[in-house]
């Protein structure tokens, strides 16, 4: 065994140099009599696995990135380095997502990962191809590279330090040239030319965005944005976020956001208020930051439709959670407290490739026998951590996951929010049900294990078509586009319409399937307003919005401007089924005294100004519909069922004999049907 290791322990740092190269001498006379490579050169492998010689030695690296050293980026300003080719470089490092990568990467410069030996070209010291002018070209560490050159004076001073003891014979005991600083790389050698060098960078490129999936991406910004989750704002969404959305989510839950952008420089903030799809991304990262710390940290799934499921599935989440704290919700109902159980049981079932019938027998054979001290059992997580598991499996599987499980989510908390705990239900006091019974009650074909209880049919009464589309904080606005359209389109107002065979709100998500049920009047109100065949689903939805406040007399249209957004929202969304009722009871097909839209200029006064003696007892239950705070979607599923309800007792003619249903009667049993309170 070699002294000489331990004999550099008490020599002066001169001798301790002469040892090192000493020992080099030594380890580079061994390698070559074994045919391996000199110590100092090394290999990277790229995504495909194909090998490249390395040398690792000590460049001095011009802080500009531009002479010796080049960078694809600027280290002052990100702009794109002249004479830099852009084949080695192909995403944007001057994105805000990716310089606030770069710029936690300075604050925080890890000697240790820089200096280490490393395969990856994606891990360690960067790797860089000598050009034909005799620069250095980064090929895989630009990041890296840019993030040292920015680095504050002591953490230069600290990676000194510490590459001076790991590779003494290495570095210089000098300071580098003025505007330079000292920069272990890895260069590749042989005979390299310009398009294998391109080659490398776009492999090691491949290689991290093979390593990162789409949560992986989202975690690397919510990660720079160096965010507290937890100290975010309260947020009301249950819909995937998308570009088309972006917008609409901002407005609606800007407490949410704005924190995180005003923490960000203006041309930064800038970025992301003038551009949907970056705000999407943004809104999705600060999402995945309320994943468990574990999976934070890996930021991995093997399977693309099952990290669709999770992301569609976190706007959601966290509403109820945000529900749950300001006390809209049962605080049982928050499924944010179960999120890290539910993915253990999650990825449990997908291992062992569980139906939902064979997940109940595992359940139940772990039930009956005794425990193994260590060993977890599927069994140990809570039943709702359990029925949100499904949830999440069930979607999974699902042609398009974020839409299913959004829709399974935004079912249960309509179905929660009617259990507020700061009030009763509108026709008496509200109990608090088993919130896994409710869960496992919308998840298709999944039954809680141990418990008969289901939620009841009535309660997801078309369901599928009015929770898919908007959630109760994002149908506020419809008023205002509705209004905007009728400037834009006076002759909306009034207009003679074919009959609108459709009984829902409209919705961005509904509105292909309400032209299929209702093509003569979609058609004619799209033509009216001169909407191009190109027009996006929000802009039908507007129009055809505005077409039904169009309906309304001039009195109502100015009661319901002086309303609160939550009246506006519900009356907005109701428009259309009282529309579609009010035909029914034109046609002869419902009486004419359960018409709820005859009754909407008298509901409107009687919030406004208090009851009348003209109001008959149908008005006061729609205007106590309009008012109560359940969500929008229940209320829409309250009317259609009340609707529906009324056509099956028929027009008075039909009754000779028989007395005509009372219709408030009807409508508070629709309200009971559905399960509103």
């Not at 920069?183 to 960078?201: C, F, H, K, T, Y």
């Not at 956001?257 to 943004?282: C, F, I, T, W």
């Not at 139906?355 to 109940?360: E, G, P, Q």
Request: glycine share 8%; with cysteine; net charge neutral.
């Amino acid at each position: 065994m070699s002294l000489l290791p331990s004999l550099s322990v008490h020599a002066s740092p001169a001798l301790r140099a002469w040892i090192a190269r000493r020992a080099s001498a030594v380890e580079s006379a061994a390698a070559e009599a074994v045919g391996c490579l000199a110590f100092g050169e090394d290999v990277i492998y790229d995504s495909e696995g194909r090998r490249y010689p390395a040398r690792y030695h000590v460049v001095a690296a011009n802080l500009d990135g531009r002479s010796t050293l080049a960078v694809s980026h600027s280290p002052r300003d990100f702009s794109w380095t002249p004479g830099y080719p852009p084949e080695f470089q192909t995403r944007d490092l001057g994105s805000p997502e990716e310089s606030a990568k770069i710029a936690t990467i300075a604050r925080g410069l890890d000697a240790t990962r820089l200096l280490g030996r490393n395969l990856d070209a994606t891990l360690g010291a960067p790797v860089v191809w000598r050009g034909a002018d005799d620069r250095l070209y980064v090929l895989g560490g630009n990041g890296r590279a840019i993030g040292f050159l920015r680095a504050p004076e002591d953490r230069y001073q600290h990676y000194l330090r510490e590459a001076r003891c790991r590779w003494p014979d290495r570095f210089p005991g000098h300071a580098a040239p003025a505007g330079h600083r000292w920069l272990m790389v890895r260069e590749l050698v042989g005979d390299v030319s310009e398009q294998q060098a391109a080659q490398v960078a776009a492999a090691s490129q491949r290689s991290t965005a093979a390593e990162e999936g789409r949560i992986g991406r989202a975690l690397g910004l919510f990660r720079s944005l160096q965010v507290d989750a937890s100290r975010l704002g309260s947020v009301r969404w249950a819909r995937p976020i998308a570009i088309d959305n972006a917008e609409e989510f901002y407005t609606s839950n800007r407490g949410f956001v704005d924190g995180v952008l005003a923490g960000m420089d203006p041309a930064q903030r800038s970025h992301y208020l003038n551009d949907n799809e970056k705000m999407a991304q943004l809104v999705s990262a600060l999402f995945l930051g309320f994943l468990p710390a574990s999976l934070r940290r890996s930021g991995m799934f093997d399977n693309p439709r099952v990290e669709d499921a999770l992301v569609g599935a976190l706007p959601a989440i966290v509403t109820s959670a945000s529900l749950a704290v300001d006390k809209e919700i049962h605080a049982g109902f928050d499924l944010l407290t179960v999120l890290p159980e539910a993915i253990d049981v999650f990825q449990a079932i997908r291992r062992m490739r569980l139906s939902f019938d064979k997940l109940a027998q595992v359940l139940d054979a772990e039930r009956r026998t005794a425990r193994i001290p260590g060993v977890p059992r599927v069994s140990d997580a809570p039943n709702l951590a359990l029925a949100l598991a499904a949830a999440l499996y069930n979607a999974s599987r699902r042609a398009a996951p974020e839409v299913a499980v959004s829709d399974i989510l935004a079912a249960y908390i309509a179905e929660a929010s009617r259990y507020n705990p700061r009030q009763g239900g509108m026709f008496g006091a509200a109990t608090f049900p088993d919130p896994a019974v409710v869960l496992a009650g919308v998840v298709p074909g999944f039954k809680l294990p141990g418990s008969e209880a289901e939620a009841e049919p009535a309660r997801l009464f078309n369901s599928a078509l009015v929770n898919r589309g908007r959630t109760a904080a994002s149908w506020a606005p419809a008023l205002r586009r509705a209004e905007a359209a009728l400037a834009r389109v006076p002759a909306l107002a009034g207009a003679t319409l074919p009959a609108l065979a459709w009984g829902a709100p409209f919705t961005v998500v509904n509105v292909a399937e309400a032209a299929r049920s209702a093509p003569s009047f979609v058609t004619a109100v799209v033509r009216l307003a001169g909407l191009p065949d190109t027009a996006s689903a929000e802009e039908v939805v507007g129009v055809l919005d505005a077409a039904m406040l169009g309906k309304l007399t001039p009195i109502s249209r100015a009661l319901l401007r002086e309303r609160d957004r939550g009246v506006q929202a519900a009356i907005m969304a109701l428009l259309p089924v009282a529309w579609h009722a009010h035909q029914e009871a034109a046609s002869g097909r419902l009486d004419f005294s359960a018409d709820p839209w005859a009754r909407i200029d008298a509901a409107l006064r009687l919030i406004a100004h208090g009851a009348s003696e003209g109001d008959d007892a149908l008005t006061a239950v729609l205007a106590r519909v309009f008012v109560t705070s359940v969500p929008v979607p229940v209320k829409a599923a309250v009317l259609a069922r009340y609707v529906a309800l009324a056509a099956e007792s028929g027009p008075r003619q039909g009754r000779m004999f028989s007395p005509a249903p009372d219709p408030s009667s009807l409508l508070k049993r629709a309200w009971r049907d559905v399960g509103a309170g």
